[in-house]
């Protein structure tokens, strides 16, 4: 498992939705891009003309008389450090989604997601119309167990409104020491009242992936792209064939419904599990020494799955990293995507520390599949579309836009954005799964598609 020669770097690449405090971790990235035909086509704006710096001055000195006014009159004598780093955050929340602050505490919990474990109630969250949203359960979780959905609105949090709450305050407060309880109270569209869970937090243990056999089919889950989403992988194709005794699976599916991103390398790492050559994603950057290209090398496990059909299963909370390995394999034709539409979040965030002053959290690039395919607020068409089967209770409110219902989300120009939803409900009951059962009929042959199998050009 190799990536192209690089430099050292002092910031991390983070391919994340804005989830509450983000996990990272230090990766490096290429000195000089790979020269390709495969390169993306993306031109800075050299016709935007430099501001003079005087009026930047100026600015900043406007800056300076509001802070000493508010120092000064306020009613009561306010925080200075909480105004500065309010601004800060508002300065990177105005760029976009998913640029941010991440004052100390929030930086020390970004580490504990980095390793995998911390105490809490395994959501994946993220804010809308001042409310926090849920996008995901994460599986075998307080959360998941307790019957939280995604879409869920999360309005109270121990009887106190999450209404003017950052995000990173509201993740704070779900967050605490392992075993202390908390009242979480959501709106469901569809349903009337409030619906109100009592949750006991638990260690999160992020294992990332976990596999199970349906006949000779192995079905391996990829909840996220932690520090564990590719040992996970390597974990479960190993004991896929010791369970087997040394025989290959009929086929594999790989589930990365609801898998909201991760960390840059491990989405390189996992679809190079699957593929011996060629590019598996490109970030271009403002500029163009920021680009890199990362490409598959060939290895003992890839060898090993050459022969063996893949099934990549997406819906609308696959997204970021997972869009990376989904259109990686898409267009290298080495797997057949099944399901409904991505999110959509073609961007790369970098974590730069600011040291005892926490983190900042940056958008540096976009990424774009090996096909020079930008999923930014379009997300990944799957190759057969499967529908699932939504309880009465739940139509017309099991879909998210995606990256497209982000307000201020990078644009591309000329690039038409998603406008409708899509689904993000899976039953738990697999017999139920329509598009779990599809893509096992698939592999068995008793479903027939020309998308199945790829056909490579």
């Given amino acids: 498992m190799r990536l192209s020669s690089f430099r050292a770097t002092a910031f991390a690449l983070a391919l994340l939705l804005p989830v509450g405090p983000l996990s990272a971790q230090e990766t490096p990235v290429p000195a000089d891009p790979a020269p390709s035909a495969e390169q993306p086509d993306v031109k800075a704006d050299a016709t935007a003309k430099p501001r003079d710096p005087l009026e930047i001055y100026a600015d900043l000195n406007l800056f300076g008389e509001i802070f000493d006014r508010i120092r000064a009159e306020y009613v009561d004598p306010?925080?200075?450090?909480?105004?500065?780093r309010?601004?800060?955050?508002?300065?990177?929340?105005?760029?976009d989604p998913h640029s941010g602050y991440l004052p100390?505490?929030?930086?020390?919990?970004?580490?504990?997601d980095m390793s995998g474990e911390f105490g809490g109630l395994g959501i994946e969250v993220t804010m809308e119309d001042g409310v926090i949203k849920v996008v995901s359960p994460i599986d075998d979780t307080p959360?998941?167990?307790?019957?939280?959905?995604?879409?869920?609105?999360?309005?109270?949090?121990?009887?106190?409104?999450?209404?003017?709450?950052?995000?990173?305050?509201?993740?704070?407060?779900?967050?605490?020491?392992?075993?202390?309880d908390i009242h979480v109270t959501v709106m469901r569209e569809g349903v009337d009242k409030p619906l109100d869970f009592d949750l006991t937090r638990a260690t999160i243990a992020m294992q990332a992936a976990h596999f199970s056999m349906e006949g000779d089919v192995a079905v391996i889950r990829l909840s996220r792209f932690s520090e564990q989403a590719f040992v996970g992988i390597q974990k479960s194709i190993k004991d896929i064939y010791a369970t087997r005794d040394g025989v290959a699976p009929k086929g594999i599916i790989l589930d990365l419904r609801n898998n909201p991103g991760g960390l840059v390398d491990q989405s390189v790492y996992v679809a190079d599990a699957f593929l011996k050559q060629g590019a598996i994603v490109m970030t271009r950057g403002r500029l163009p020494e920021e680009s890199a290209r990362y490409d598959a090398q060939p290895d003992a496990l890839d060898a090993q799955l050459a022969d063996v059909p893949l099934v990549v299963l997406i819906n609308g909370g696959s997204a970021s990293a997972s869009e990376i390995v989904a259109g990686a394999l898409q267009d290298h034709k080495r797997a057949t995507l099944v399901g409904t539409r991505s999110f959509g979040k073609g961007s790369v965030q970098s974590i730069i520390s600011l040291g005892p002053d926490g983190a900042m959290r940056l958008t540096t690039a976009r990424y774009y599949t090996p096909n020079n395919r930008s999923i930014q607020a379009v997300g990944i068409t799957p190759d057969i579309e499967i529908f699932q089967n939504v309880p009465e209770e739940f139509k017309g409110?099991?879909?998210?836009?995606?990256?497209?219902?982000?307000?201020?989300?990078?644009?591309?120009?000329?690039?038409k954005e998603t406008t409708v939803g899509s689904s993000v409900y899976v039953p738990s009951d697999k017999a139920e799964d329509t598009q779990l059962q599809y893509a096992l009929r698939l592999i068995d042959g008793l479903e027939t598609n020309a998308a199945f199998p790829p056909k490579a050009e």
């Fill in 104 to 112: 100390p505490a929030d930086y020390g919990d970004m580490s504990q």
């Fill in 397 to 415: 409110h099991d879909e998210i836009i995606g990256e497209a219902g982000l307000a201020g989300h990078i644009k591309i120009e000329g690039q």
């Fill in 86 to 95: 309010a601004a800060i955050q508002g300065m990177l929340t105005s760029l």
């Fill in 78 to 84: 306010p925080d200075e450090q909480q105004l500065i």
């Fill in 143 to 180: 959360a998941a167990k307790a019957g939280i959905m995604a879409n869920d609105l999360i309005v109270e949090l121990d009887g106190v409104q999450v209404q003017g709450l950052t995000l990173d305050d509201a993740v704070g407060k779900m967050r605490g020491p392992i075993g202390t």
